[in-house]
Every structure is written in C-alpha cells, then in structure tokens.
C-alpha cells in the first residue's frame, strides 16, 4: 500500500480518510479524487488532487497510470435518501462505479481495493436487534440494492480473479468536518450543528427510531485497520458488520441536552423514516471483532461532548 487513490475524497468520509492516510504515509502519494462537490483547501493543501468521474472508467484509469496507483478506497456513492430521490443516478454512480473500480483493479492488479458498504443492505425482512453478519439481505432502497451489489461483486472478484476486496458495512457516521451528503442517518449529524446554531431541531425522524451509529475516528480507524490486517485471517472480505453504538433520536437529544439545556428538538418524520425501519436498529459485529480485532472507543456520551467541542470551535 504505497501509492494510494482515495475517490469520494470530498465526501463525509472521504475527506478526514485521506487527511489521516496522509498523516500515516507519504501524503504526496494520498490521491484524493473528487467529482462534484469543491476540494477543501486543507484537501488541496495536503497533496494531490484529481478529478475523477467513476461511472467512467477511462477516468479511474487515467490517475491508476499517472500516479502508479496499487491500492484505492473507493468511497464515491450516493446515499440511501438522494438515492430514493434518483434511483437511476444511485444506480449508475454506485453499480457502475464499483464495477469500474473492480476492472481496474482486475486489469492493472492492484495490491487492495476497499469498498466500504452499508446496514442499508438489509432490510425489513432481516432481524432488527443484533442483527448477524450473515442473514437475510433484502433491501428496499435502491441504495441498499447497490450496497448489496458492490458486496457480492467484490467477492466475486476476491475468489475469481484473487484481487484482494475488503469492505465494512458501515451505520449512520456522524462527524464535525464535512457534512453527509444525502443519507437518512444525516439528521444524527444536522442536529448537532442546530443545537448549537439555533438551539432548535426539527427531526425528520421519530423520537423513537433507534439505528446503529458511528463516531468518524472510529469509522477511519475501521477502514485503516481492515485494509491493513492480515489476509490470512480473513473468513469474511466484503461484508464485515461493524457497530458502534445505538440510540434513538430522541436520546440523541436528551445527550446534546446535558450540555445545552435550553435545546428543544420536534419531530416531523418525512419520506426518510420508511428507509430508517427498514434498517436494524442494532448489529453483531463478532466477525469483524474476531478476524480483524475491531474494536470501537466512542459512546454517545463521549462522542456528544468531542461533537460540541469541535463544532463550538467551527461555528463561533
Ligand atoms: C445513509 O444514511 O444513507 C448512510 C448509510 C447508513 O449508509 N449514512
């Protein structure tokens, strides 16, 4: 893992990967890619920076050559909530690009690939607590189909061209840097910026949908930790539970309260909340302890008083 290509490097997620990544090695060698949404200047000022469209291949490929790419972690996607808004941009930038992704690796035989999925893979069918790494997936949106899609296909690439795939299904990630894009699990991160901007929340979810959740560096630490582990002790490639934590929205609430106690949060459940109970509201994530040592350090609580610090900070 020498020379590394982050796509979605815009992103929630993208963006505090590839500054962590760049921490850890060569960060003239951390390429991050963006589409739409604009480079941060801490992005622009790290190292590298392309434009990479992945529903095109030529594109991927472009950087692979230029920059001798050998490992990428592909994060460009579209959400579960934009995704049920435009299921055929979800569909192509999602099926296509992790099929481009696949090819590249494939052709150019790169060392890894990670693929990070989701808990949108399972669906109303599937058990809600403690939901287990193996079961049923039958997701109703069209993202959750795109996850479940990029999961199989990795696989399918792992066993059948020996190209090495790994991939976490993550929950709703909650973060201070770069705000999600288009999810159902965003309101987890808008109501923190409210609390603080206005005091006020209006929650586009029931007080009581519980859904797992994620702290960023737990979630960075999850992509860096199985991207590095030892393959040998991998049973499971492309499709590693990992949880965290699990609350509802309304203990959401009453958590940013012990902090600002003015904060009042209403609750008008929109299009969104039939995409959260279809989701578990809790995940066994034994395998991933087990083949990878994953192990999560933050709880609502602490993450709460690191979301308001940080935020207080950005917002003054
Ligand atoms: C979303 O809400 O779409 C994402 C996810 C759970 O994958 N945060």
């Known amino acids: 893992m020498e020379n590394i290509l982050v796509t ?51 594109s991927i490929e472009k950087v692979v050559r230029e ?15 934009v995704g049920e808004q435009n299921p055929q ?34 669906g109303p069918e599937t058990p809600k607590d403690n939901t287990p790494n193996e079961t049923v997936l039958r997701p109703t949106t069209m993202y959750g189909i795109t996850k479940v899609t990029g999961e199989l296909l990795g696989n399918y690439y792992f066993y059948k061209y020996g190209l090495d795939v790994r991939g976490v299904r993550f929950p709703g990630i909650i973060s201070s840097e770069t705000l999600p894009g288009g999810g159902t699990t965003d309101y987890a991160v808008e109501i923190y910026y409210e609390a ?12 009581d949908t519980v859904l797992p959740m994620m702290y960023m560096p737990d979630a960075i630490k999850a992509l860096i930790t199985l991207a590095e582990a030892d393959i040998s002790r991998l049973k499971h490639h492309c499709d590693f539970n990992v949880g965290a934590m699990s609350f509802s929205a309304g203990e959401l609430a009453e958590s940013i309260r012990k902090h600002i106690p003015e904060f009042v949060c209403e609750y008008k459940p929109d299009y969104r909340q039939k995409i959260a109970d279809s989701w578990p ?29 940080k935020l207080s900070k950005k917002l003054k």
Not at 35 to 50: C, D, I, V
Request: net charge negative.
């Open 8 to 58: 979605g490097a815009t992103g929630q997620i993208g963006s505090e990967l590839t500054v962590e990544l760049r921490k850890k090695y060569d960060s003239e060698k951390v390429i991050a890619a963006g589409h739409k949404r604009k480079p941060s200047e801490k992005l622009l000022s790290t190292g590298p920076f392309e434009y990479v469209d992945v529903t095109q291949k030529d």
């Open 67 to 81: 920059y001798n790419i050998d490992t990428i972690y592909h994060l460009a996607a579209i959400l579960s909530a």
């Open 89 to 122: 941009l979800a569909f192509n930038v999602n099926i296509l690009g992790d099929y481009n992704v696949l090819e590249v690796g494939r052709k150019y035989k790169l060392e890894r690939i990670i693929i990070p999925s989701s808990i949108a893979v399972f």
């Open 196 to 207: 603080i901007k206005h005091k006020r929340y209006t929650c586009f979810v029931r007080e």
């Open 281 to 309: 509201r809790s995940i066994d994530d034994s395998a991933a302890r087990e083949e990878w040592g994953w192990k999560p350090d933050y709880d609502l609580e602490a993450m709460t008083e690191d979301m308001l610090n």
